[in-house]
């Protein structure tokens, strides 16, 4: 397809009418600033074939320009197939549509289906057309800002497409039939699976059902279980209560009872004999007994009185023996009590004789220390009046070490200054010729040697004249300062009192001598006075001289004199052990004599107490006997024995009358026979409330007919089952079609969409060397194969987007033209976004696709197509 | 004397494999059996109606099936009804009889003890029943064993009235069984059986009615009644009355295409109704894939909703995909090709070829309703 001739009138910004004319087969470039109207010069060209002439819709008012009341008309001449078509096209003012051409001309719809047929797309919708209904040529002509989208063709574009694929392939894929089946098959797929493989819909509902009736069923037969249970155990309950009311009227139970309480009388009688025998037997044995402690009572106090005597006599006995005994240890305590007083005044005169003599000794002992400490003192006062001499020569000198050191440093100072003074002076060498005349320097004779000129100097030689020197002006401040120096040492000297530096010196050290001896007397001295223990003296020698102040000094012959050696301690040791020796043998007899009157003391009260006893026991034996005398007792106890045996023979007798006779036995027989029969009548209420409410439940459960619904439930399960098992096929079947009919789609899609591959991989391998681009099946590209790795599409930059998008259209544009379809390719402000080299290969193959289709391309960059040959076309006035 | 001999009610029988719309349907003529089998008595002037078992489907119905049973029969109040029980509804202490003498109408009776019973004929001839009533399910003893030494007044006819088989089939200990010659041996002049569902004439005086209304597949003759004219020493008159509504009918279909179907379809039970028949077909043979689409649409999509119920059973009607059946669904394209596929995994046989047969047809028919849907 070749668009020939544009003409738009009343067309958004072009109120009056503009040509596009002179387009040529190949490259075409509309090149024009912006707000030129390029963009509606294609939105005219495409409004004019897509557009119904009769739409109304917001689009098509949009075509207006603004605010104007006018029909937006479009005038179009191209060729299709080598022959030539007119198209006029006029909207919402008397809308109308003309096509002429070789087969004539063609008005209103007519021209409208005529033009559909002829370039391939559908008619557009009620809201104009769109990507749908636009066909190949809406896809190859790309509106501003569109070229970059990498979408899927429009419906009737990819039909399009589809048909020239099946063509070249020579294979029909399933088209829109497949499409249709694969989509009834999902539908009918969906209401057994989800997507994701769970159950659902129709299968999912069966599987409930199944479910609910299988449990409906278990329910049934429980139920019919339970109602066969209650029949079953309603004639259980029936044959008890049958036995039961057999066993309580047992004529058996009457006899054993009317028997068993004549037995309970008998044996009551034969008991309340026992019973009296018995208490006849203990009151005469209580009377025997009772008669027979009175005598053993009356025989043991005898027996007891007669110890008692004993008893007394020999607490006598005792009592006399033991008083010799305590008049023996009385004696020897007495004895031992002279002993230890005699101990004692040995002892205090021993004390006295040592305390005598410690005291002697110590005087001896003082007297020594004061002579000791008076000779201390002498010394001491001798270092001292040393110590005077000395302090009072140091505080004469001034020459301390501090008058040293300056006096070295004003030395130091002056012969430094004098160095100084010396060295920038002339020096004047004397040599004398032997017989030389006497030459005399300011004054005196010179002699030979080297002579410093630092200060004027006169030089007389008699009988010559005068020679006068005088130092350089120059050598002045160090002669200034060798007179400070000299100046500064004098009044240092006048200071210290001393006519010459030695003389200064030599005083310096002796008092350094001084201060050093005067060190060594002082520690002598303290060494002198050292703190006295002995007389209470402390340190130093003011406390000494103090102390001794108004003492007499002791005499020197005292000195020598010896102490008494008579030894005191051994006779006092001795006197000591004795006195501790009679105070223990006094204590010990002391003891002896406590014990001995303790027991004297207790064997009196001893004495007494038996005294008492035996009055106590002869008087109530006494008394005793006065009551009942000894042979009336003897008399009154064989009575008593006698009537005891009888009594018991008695109750032997009633004993062996009630041994056979056992009421308690009989008792519990006949109350467990009764307690029995109770028993059972009591059950009977309950059994027989039991088979009624059984009887009741079997009725009620019975009502409901468990058997029939069991039945029914179980058909109904079974039934249910074979439903899921259906739908279960159904639902494999399905899954293994769609399954075959994906497979299948997709190894079509694989075969069909190799011409589109093979299209565009030359030009994608000119764009981007070695890569290759892969379709979907909607004719989408979708994967971009660069050095063995995969990018999405859609990740790819902007500006490559939109050259594969190109391609893209390029390519299915050869594939048209390659069936014999209109094709053609327009582009507005495409490839902006790409670089230099991209872009001129992209006109490189925009050019060279030229040669095979018409290309029209609109842009504002003159710059960027200024090498481009091509068709230059522009916007004129008509 | 006259008497209807019937047999075989199983009221309340669920018929729960039956498709819902279908199961009340059959449940309700069962009752209504009842009222035919009393217009017939009516009829034929035999007001007497002897049932030999089975009256109802279980040993326990409920109250509302043995209910409508008796109202039903209390409505035809001139017709007498002995009802006995018999291996599917037994006698049990509290169970069904127990429950069900309480509401029994003056002209109905259960037969739940073992003694004669006179029938009061009115007529010249006194008439006796002997009732042989099953207690269990099974019993190893013969019912009618007593038959034999029950005494009845001299003259009058011996009636026999019993359920269970007369003949074992293999097992050894068959339940219920009574013996071949019970109404030679007890001088009966009739002996009326219940339990087989299909009538059979045992000897001249022994007869199993079947059921009054068939309730399965595969019986002989059914959904008739008997009418016993008896008299003397002479052996009885046996007529067979109408009285079942639904035909059950099994058929087995060999198909070599699908051009006889149309024939075979009018063939079905000839003069029967359609909505009173039950039909189980089962179809076998080798077609063609649109033949068998063909035939599946005519069966299911038609005839199914013509009949009572329609079990088709079509396992075994093997399709062979022709080139024209794939070609059908498409020449070419990816639906051509998923069809070959299916095509190629059918040869492999088992399951899975089973399944891609059934996937094979399923492509058949939705690539047939695409296509119409395309026309539309």
Known sequence: MRVRRLRIENFRKFRAPVVVDGFTDGLNLVCEPNETGKSTVLDALRAALFERHSAKSDRIRSFRPQGDEVAPSVELAFDVNGEEWRLTKRFLLSPSVTLEGPEGRFASDAAEEKLQGLLGFARAGNRGADDDSRGALGLLWVEQGQSFLLGSPGETARRTLEEALAGEIGAVTGGRRAKAVVAQVEKALADFYTTTGRTTGRLKQAEAAEAAARAAATERARELEQFEGVLEQLEYKRNERRRLVRDIEDPQTDADLKKLDEDIARARAAGQALEIATLAVREQSARRSTLEERRAGRDKLAVQLQAAETKVTGAAEAVSTHAEVIGRVRSSERTAALALETARSALREAETKRDQSVAERAAAERRLALASAFARLDRAEAHAAHIREREARIAASRMDAAAMDRLRQLEDAESAARAQAEAGAATLTVTLEPGAPQIFLDGTPLTEGAIRLSRPRSLSIPGVGTIAFAPPPSGEPALARLRAARRDLTDFLAGVGHETPQAARSAGRARAIDEAELLGLRTRLKAECPADAALGIPAGLDPLRGALAGVERPAPETKDAAFPAADVETPYRAARAAETEAAARREAALESLKAGELKEVALAAALERAEAERARLAADLAADRAALSDADLAAALEDARAAEARALVDCDTARRAAEGLDADGFIRRRDALRKKRDTLQSQLPELAGAVARLEEQARTLGGEGPASRKAAADEEAEAAAAALARLRSEADTLALLLKVLKEAQQDAARRYLAPVTRRIEPYVRRLLPSASLSFGEDLKPQLLTRAGREEAAEMLSKGTQEQIAILTRLAFADLLIDKGQPASLVLDDALVFADDDRFDTMMEILAEASGRMQVLVLSCRASAYRALSATRLSIRPA | ?376
Request: glycine share 8%.
């Open chain 2, 1 to 376: 004397m006259r008497f209807i001999h019937t047999s075989d009610w199983q009221l309340g029988k669920p018929f729960g494999r039956v498709p819902e719309e279908a199961r009340t349907v059959l449940r309700e003529a069962r009752l209504d059996a009842i009222d035919r089998l009393a217009a017939a008595a009516r009829a034929n002037g035999a007001p007497l109606v002897l049932v030999a078992g089975d009256v109802f489907d279980s040993p326990e119905p409920g109250d509302r099936v043995y209910r409508q049973a008796l109202n039903r029969m209390k409505a035809q109040a001139d017709v007498r009804f002995l009802l006995l029980p018999g291996n599917h509804d037994p006698l049990r202490a509290d169970g069904l009889w127990s429950r069900l003498a309480a509401d029994t109408p003056a002209n109905v009776s259960a037969l739940v003890e073992a003694q004669p019973l006179d029938l009061g004929t009115g007529s010249d001839e006194a008439a006796v029943l002997l009732p042989a009533p099953l207690s269990h399910k099974r019993s190893v003893a013969d019912p009618t064993q007593w038959f034999d030494a029950a005494e009845t007044p001299s003259g009058a006819l011996r009636i026999g009235l019993a359920h269970g088989s007369v003949q074992t089939f293999g097992g050894d200990a068959d339940p219920n069984l009574v013996a071949v010659d019970r109404a030679r041996r007890a001088g009966l002049a009739y002996l009326a059986l219940g339990d087989w569902h299909g009538r059979i004439k045992i000897d001249e005086r022994t007869y199993y009615s079947g059921t009054p209304e068939p309730d399965d597949f595969g019986r002989e003759v059914t959904g008739v009644a008997l009418l016993v004219d008896v008299s003397g020493s002479a052996p009885p008159q046996v007529t067979e009355l109408p009285i079942g509504r639904h035909h059950w009918l099994e058929e087995g279909w060999t198909l070599s295409g699908a051009d006889d179907i149309e024939a075979r379809i009018s063939g079905l039970a000839p003069g029967a109704a359609r909505q009173d028949l039950v039909c189980r077909l089962r179809l076998s043979g080798l077609v063609t894939l649109a033949e068998r689409v063909a035939v599946r649409r005519r069966l299911e999509d038609e005839l199914a909703h013509e009949v009572r119920w329609l079990d088709l059973i079509a396992d075994d009607l093997v399709t062979r995909p022709t080139d024209t059946d794939l070609s059908e669904i498409d020449a070419q394209g990816e639906l051509h090709a998923a069809a070959m596929r299916l095509r190629a995994m059918m040869g492999e046989g088992g399951a899975e070829g089973r399944l891609a047969a059934q996937a094979l047809e399923r492509l058949y028919v939705e690539q047939m309703r695409a296509q119409r849907a395309g026309e539309a």
